[in-house]
């Protein structure tokens, strides 16, 4: 299965390590830009990212 970014609205830490401990391979936003960043990452920039990289 083709890893996937996780919305910051879907949580950092309780939903990754669910879908982790499932065996999914996700990147949450903020493993990739760092906090606070990722509070303010642009929508077209994580997708952009996202999308060349999966």
Same mark, same amino acid.
């Given at each position: 299965?083709?890893?996937?970014?996780?919305?910051?609205?879907?949580?950092?830490?309780?939903? =990754?390590?669910?879908?982790?401990?499932?065996?999914? @391979?996700?990147? +949450? !936003? $903020?493993?990739?830009? #760092?906090? =606070?960043?990722?509070?303010?990452?642009?929508?077209? @920039?994580?997708? +952009? !990212? $996202?999308?060349?990289? #999966?």
């Amino acid at each position: 299965m083709a890893p996937f970014f996780l919305d910051r609205s879907l949580g950092r830490v309780q939903l =990754p390590q669910l879908l982790r401990d499932d065996g999914w @391979e996700l990147h +949450t !936003l $903020a493993e990739v830009f #760092g906090v =606070p960043k990722e509070e303010t990452v642009s929508d077209v @920039e994580w997708l +952009t !990212l $996202a999308g060349a990289n #999966g």
